[in-house]
């Protein structure tokens, strides 16, 4: 065995230690890689409960006016829709946050994101309007900036504040006012919300 070890790593020194690091580390060529592509033996399965935990249902209902289309979801949204006047688009959204984030700094973010600079003595809530909905109760606003509107329906569920958004200049938001306040006015909380 001495031998072949000899023939085969001519140039290692045969003290017990090389001998030793020898024996452990051979002299045979390195093995060859193989890769195997193997299927899936069990298909995922998604069960309804699998589905409503991943995929969260919107707990409503509603009726989209006709002069709305569908638009794409952006990272916070979980539906859009898209009204054009005249060259000018304005953007409809429904998205969500933890319940606990409160109607007034929703409000106070959006007067910022179209300039209405906030008078530190005003009450948050003023202009804002309590409208009963099917399953529960709503909170609309009304806010114009120089340039821009933005039309708001806040909905608190269970442990969720839903969000109801619309966004465009005055001229779009003056002739969408009544399709958007009938929009919010038809949402049904689905039972069992």
Known sequence: MLKNFVECCPGHLLSVPGLVALVLSGCAPAPEIREYTVESEH????????????????????GVPDSWVAGDNDQFSKMAW?????GDAGRITLSDLPGAAG???????WRGQIGITADPNSDPMNGAETIKL????????????EEETILGMLLPVKDKLWIFKFRGRNKLADAQRDSFR????????????
Do not use: H, Y
């Open 43 to 62: 298909n995922r399965v998604f069960t309804s409960e699998m589905i409503r935990d991943q995929f969260p249902a919107i707990p409503f209902q509603w």
């Open 82 to 86: 898209q009204v054009r006047l005249d």
């Open 103 to 109: 109607l007034v700094p929703q409000i106070t973010r």
């Open 134 to 145: 099917d399953g529960g109760t709503g909170t609309i606003v009304d806010l114009r900036g």
């Open 182 to 193: 009938a929009f919010c006015k038809s949402v049904r909380i689905s039972a069992g919300e």
